[in-house]
């Protein structure tokens, strides 16, 4: 970072005169003064920077709090820890990689950024339903070299599962993991200047559950503007099924009969929880079915409705308008639900027993809607029974519900409310090996393409080799970073955008235009088309519950 850096490494030096670690560019910043290691390809990363306090003991089920600033350098050189996942040992072959006191982020810059550089800042939140850090680790060193050494990158980890999201409806404070996303916001403001950011110029990125998390922080404090960021997109946004506190406190309940922490009253209770072994606790905290239900959710810990952050669910808070009104774009993949069905779906039992799992408010009537709009063509064939034969219908019955319908209802609400700044795409590049596997171009797969192939870690993403140098879809990755980046730094994926590629067009409700990307990086606008606009509409008006309390009170009445 020019003359700066030369003499902050100058004092590194001094801090360690026997060059246990190479002197690299120094940063001071509130938690401490971090040294990080400038890359040979003009890149400068620091990584495992500390946004919070470690989430330890009585801070365990708590808010984050600010961390008390390191007393000496803190060598910025490896990812801190992942934070632990839902009902599982850890993947990795050790501990080292993951951990309870997990809150860190890092920071990807131009090597020659300083205070004065005020470059965009794109703060980007992984996924992984709420129930693990999904794809950790993301190098932003690859966006920063697409954007011409243009923009500074920021990437983090938060609590998930019930280390972020447990809820007794009475002591503890809700949606913790969100809140640890707005700790690393609130870091960001007050220290990413000293990297080259602009803590005025913030455009937070996440796919899935990170994207989300997105549709959450708009519309949090109904929409109050707390300047944490600026504009937002986001990557298969995911609407999972939303309980209040009230409701979730079957989660606890079952938790604490499950790890052995029933006690008399709810301060013993809580003690208990506090002292047991993160290990039990992760492996105790898996998925149970929701009152009433047969099978376990894909993802059971998640956001609530907890009337402090968040009043109203998603499609309340969207459709009234309490939310940030701010440039976004949103966007899914063809197939976003093609990678979470069972192939063991055979009959309409089997697949509405599967929803039901999913979103215990589906009533047969509105199970009955649904699976008249979303055809079974393998039945229509005769083809059945089979032990696949309405997977596919679940398939799309359940990435229209889940990611793509709401990707395009929270487009549309932005114009509807006044605001037009609002874009719109369709992922449908195909790799032969997904369409091999029968899986389409399923959810999130474009995530290699916005951080690019080589910067993606194995193995949380799995890249399409296809993505790769000198492949058939090369030109996609370069294409949509293009707009994405031209995104960050304007505001607008079109300014900055890919020579050749299409005008994207901003999304307008009566016409409902979103830009596809192909394979091989072609683009082109598209009609949403009558059909799946229909679905939506009947998602919206018919099968959504819109009453908080609703949620696991309709009658059941199952067929099995």
Same mark, same amino acid.
């Given at each position: 970072?020019?003359?700066?850096?030369?003499?902050?490494? !100058?004092?590194?030096?001094?801090?360690?005169?026997?060059?246990?670690h190479a002197a690299g560019p120094l940063v001071s910043a509130t938690?401490?003064?971090?040294?990080?290691?400038?890359?040979?390809?003009?890149?400068?990363?620091?990584?495992?920077?500390?946004?919070?306090?470690?989430?330890?003991?009585?801070?365990?089920?708590?808010?984050?709090?600010?961390?008390?600033?390191?007393?000496?350098?803190?060598?910025?050189?490896?990812?801190?820890?992942?934070?632990?996942?839902?009902?599982?040992?850890?993947?990795?072959?050790?501990?080292a990689n993951f951990s309870e006191d997990c809150l860190f982020l890092?920071?990807?810059?131009?090597?020659?950024?300083?205070?004065?550089?005020?470059?965009?800042?794109?703060?980007?939140?992984? @996924?992984?339903?709420?129930?693990?850090?999904?794809?950790?680790?993301?190098? @932003?060193?690859?966006?920063?070299?697409?954007?011409?050494?243009?923009?500074?990158?920021?990437?983090?980890?938060?609590?998930?599962?019930?280390?972020?999201?447990?809820?007794?409806?009475?002591?503890?404070?809700?949606?913790?993991g969100l809140r640890d996303q707005r700790q690393a916001l609130k870091?960001?403001?007050?220290?990413?200047?000293?990297?080259?950011?602009?803590?005025? *110029?913030?455009?937070? @990125?996440?796919?899935?559950?990170?994207?989300?998390?997105?549709?959450?922080?708009?519309?949090?404090?109904?929409?109050?503007?707390?300047?944490?960021? *600026?504009?937002?997109?986001?990557?298969?946004?995911?609407?999972? *099924?939303?309980?209040?506190?009230?409701?979730?406190?079957?989660?606890?309940?079952?938790?604490?009969?499950?790890?052995?922490?029933?006690?008399?009253?709810?301060?013993?209770?809580?003690?208990?929880?506090?002292?047991?072994?993160?290990?039990?606790?992760?492996?105790?905290? !898996?998925?149970?079915?929701?009152?009433?239900?047969?099978?376990?959710?894909?993802?059971?810990?998640?956001?609530?409705?907890? /009337?402090?952050?968040?009043?109203?669910?998603?499609?309340?808070?969207?459709?009234?308008?309490?939310?940030?009104?701010?440039?976004?774009?949103?966007?899914?993949?063809?197939?976003?639900?093609?990678? !979470?069905?069972?192939?063991?779906?055979?009959?309409?039992?089997?697949?509405?027993?599967?929803?039901?799992?999913? /979103?215990?408010?589906?009533?047969?009537?509105?199970?009955?809607?649904?699976?008249?709009?979303?055809?079974?063509?393998?039945?229509?064939?005769?083809?059945?029974?089979?032990?696949?034969?309405?997977?596919?219908?679940?398939?799309?019955?359940?990435?229209?519900?889940?990611?793509?319908?709401?990707?395009?209802?929270?487009?549309?609400?932005?114009?509807?409310?006044?605001?037009?700044?609002?874009?719109? /795409?369709?992922?449908?590049?195909?790799?032969?090996?997904?369409?091999?596997?029968?899986? &389409?171009?399923?959810?999130?797969?474009?995530?290699?393409?916005?951080? &690019?192939?080589?910067?993606?870690?194995?193995?949380?993403?799995?890249?399409?080799?296809?993505?790769?140098?000198?492949?058939?879809?090369?030109?996609?990755?370069?294409?949509?970073?293009?707009?994405?980046?031209?995104?960050?730094?304007?505001?607008?994926?079109?300014?900055?955008?890919?020579?050749?590629?299409?005008?994207?067009?901003?999304?307008?409700?009566?016409?409902?235009?979103?830009?596809?990307?192909?394979?091989?990086?072609?683009?082109?606008?598209? /009609?949403?088309?009558?059909?799946?606009?229909?679905?939506?509409?009947?998602? !919206?008006?018919?099968?959504?519950?819109?009453?908080?309390?609703?949620?696991?009170?309709?009658?059941?009445?199952?067929?099995?």
């Amino acid at each position: 970072m020019g003359a700066i850096l030369v003499l902050v490494g !100058f004092v590194a030096f001094l801090w360690n005169p026997f060059g246990v670690h190479a002197a690299g560019p120094l940063v001071s910043a509130t938690t401490g003064d971090h040294v990080g290691k400038a890359l040979s390809c003009g890149v400068s990363q620091w990584l495992g920077i500390r946004y919070a306090a470690p989430p330890l003991g009585e801070l365990r089920f708590q808010p984050p709090v600010d961390p008390l600033p390191a007393t000496g350098p803190h060598y910025a050189y490896e990812h801190g820890p992942i934070c632990l996942a839902t009902g599982t040992l850890p993947m990795e072959k050790t501990m080292a990689n993951f951990s309870e006191d997990c809150l860190f982020l890092d920071v990807y810059a131009p090597s020659n950024a300083h205070r004065q550089s005020k470059l965009p800042v794109f703060v980007y939140i992984q @996924g992984g339903g709420f129930n693990s850090n999904s794809h950790p680790r993301l190098n @932003g060193t690859g966006l920063v070299k697409a954007s011409d050494m243009g923009i500074v990158v920021v990437t983090f980890n938060y609590r998930v599962g019930p280390f972020g999201f447990l809820v007794d409806n009475h002591k503890l404070t809700a949606n913790n993991g969100l809140r640890d996303q707005r700790q690393a916001l609130k870091w960001v403001q007050k220290n990413i200047a000293q990297f080259g950011g602009d803590p005025g *110029h913030v455009v937070l @990125g996440g796919a899935s559950a990170g994207a989300s998390s997105i549709a959450w922080h708009l519309t949090a404090y109904r929409g109050y503007d707390q300047g944490l960021f *600026h504009a937002a997109v986001g990557e298969s946004a995911a609407w999972g *099924h939303v309980l209040t506190t009230k409701q979730a406190r079957y989660q606890f309940d079952d938790l604490v009969v499950r790890i052995g922490c029933v006690r008399n009253s709810s301060e013993a209770t809580l003690t208990c929880l506090r002292n047991k072994p993160y290990g039990e606790i992760q492996m105790h905290g !898996f998925g149970t079915p929701y009152p009433g239900q047969s099978l376990g959710p894909l993802f059971m810990w998640g956001p609530v409705i907890d /009337y402090d952050m968040f009043y109203l669910p998603l499609i309340e808070a969207f459709g009234q308008g309490k939310f940030l009104k701010v440039p976004v774009m949103w966007g899914d993949d063809t197939n976003g639900g093609s990678i !979470f069905i069972s192939p063991f779906t055979s009959t309409v039992a089997h697949s509405n027993r599967w929803m039901r799992s999913q /979103y215990p408010y589906l009533t047969i009537r509105k199970l009955s809607l649904l699976n008249n709009a979303w055809k079974n063509t393998i039945k229509e064939q005769a083809r059945c029974p089979a032990r696949d034969c309405w997977r596919e219908q679940l398939r799309q019955v359940f990435g229209d519900m889940r990611y793509m319908c709401p990707s395009i209802y929270m487009s549309a609400t932005f114009p509807d409310h006044g605001f037009n700044k609002s874009w719109n /795409y369709r992922w449908n590049v195909e790799d032969p090996d997904q369409i091999t596997a029968g899986v &389409g171009v399923p959810h999130i797969t474009e995530i290699s393409a916005l951080f &690019g192939p080589e910067f993606v870690p194995a193995p949380y993403i799995r890249v399409p080799k296809t993505y790769r140098q000198g492949e058939i879809n090369e030109k996609a990755v370069h294409v949509m970073q293009k707009y994405w980046i031209s995104f960050i730094r304007k505001y607008d994926p079109n300014t900055e955008r890919a020579e050749g590629s299409a005008q994207w067009e901003k999304l307008d409700k009566k016409k409902l235009r979103r830009l596809r990307f192909d394979t091989g990086g072609l683009t082109e606008m598209e /009609y949403v088309g009558s059909e799946l606009a229909r679905r939506c509409a009947l998602l !919206f008006n018919k099968v959504y519950p819109r009453k908080i309390g609703t949620a696991m009170t309709e009658p059941r009445g199952m067929e099995e």
